[in-house]
């Protein structure tokens, strides 16, 4: 299984970005994949993921409003298009891809959760300057 994320940059706050997970190597057509983030010396959080089996999609409670995920399930891509982006939303974005996605609670905030994570992409950064 391969995943290649694209789409990360230098931004100002309150401007978009769309970041983009191709990934291959699989056969099933039932699968989880989303999205996590980790910014320098801070654990790496769950952002959104998705089942491919019903469609839904999970947003983590910080990013709600201003993120969203689609998905093209023929070409087994995902995207996260983030809007009104801040200072705190610099990360390096990870793409992962397994089974069974949901939300957890981590502390008071609920994040995206993969129960059978199988694989993560190398990742693409994002610079959210103020």
């Known amino acids: 299984v391969q995943l290649v994320e694209s789409g990360g940059g230098l931004v100002q706050a309150g401007e978009s970005l769309k970041l983009s997970c191709a990934a291959s190597?699989?056969?099933?057509?039932?699968?989880?994949i989303g999205w996590w983030r980790q910014a320098p010396g801070k654990e790496r959080e769950g952002v959104s993921c998705?089942?491919?089996?019903?469609?839904?999609?999970y947003l983590a409670d910080f990013v709600k409003g201003r993120f969203t995920m689609s998905s093209d399930t023929a070409a087994n891509t995902i995207f996260l298009h983030m809007s009104g982006l801040k200072p705190e939303d610099t990360a390096t974005y990870f793409c992962?891809?397994?089974?069974?996605?949901?939300?957890?609670?981590?502390?008071?905030?609920?994040?995206?959760?993969?129960?059978?994570?199988?694989?993560w992409g190398q990742g693409t950064l994002v610079t959210v300057s103020s």
């Open positions: 998705i089942n491919t089996e019903d469609g839904r999609a």
């Open positions: 190597g699989f056969t099933s057509d039932e699968y989880a």
């Open positions: 992962a891809i397994g089974r069974d996605c949901s939300l957890k609670f981590v502390g008071d905030t609920r994040q995206a959760y993969i129960r059978y994570l199988d694989r």
